[in-house]
């Protein structure tokens, strides 16, 4: 994983994420999907353009189940940010990364 990239688990996502100062984007994916995989130099190149401002991580489902249950994760790559403990933007499917950078802008 990039050096700017987070591991959320289903142990720390509660401290990491949802009571984190900085709005904090989370990538919930699989190893075994091969559209998660397509986004990620998207997401890790997000991680370097927008660090000190945006916190960004990974999930994996497999590994974490009860988070993405959680917060209803039906399909992945699933990308929410989250900012003061609640879900505020939330991006499903491989999107460009001019679409993501929208997103995150509506939640800075």
Not at 2 to 7: I, K
Not at 30 to 53: F, N, Q, R, S
Not at 93 to 99: L, M, N
């Amino acid at each position: 994983m990039a050096g700017s990239l987070m591991d959320f688990t289903d142990q720390n996502f509660e401290s990491e994420v949802l009571e984190s100062d900085m709005p904090t984007l989370v990538d919930f994916w699989a190893e075994w999907c091969a559209p998660c995989k397509m986004i990620a130099p998207t997401v890790e190149a997000l991680a370097d353009e927008y660090a000190g401002k945006l916190r960004v991580g990974k999930l994996n489902i497999d590994e974490n189940p009860s988070t993405p249950t959680k917060f209803g994760i039906r399909g992945i790559p699933t990308l929410i940010i989250f900012k003061g403990g609640e879900a505020v933007e939330q991006v499903v499917g491989v999107r460009s990364k001019a679409d993501l950078k929208v997103a995150i802008e509506k939640s800075l």
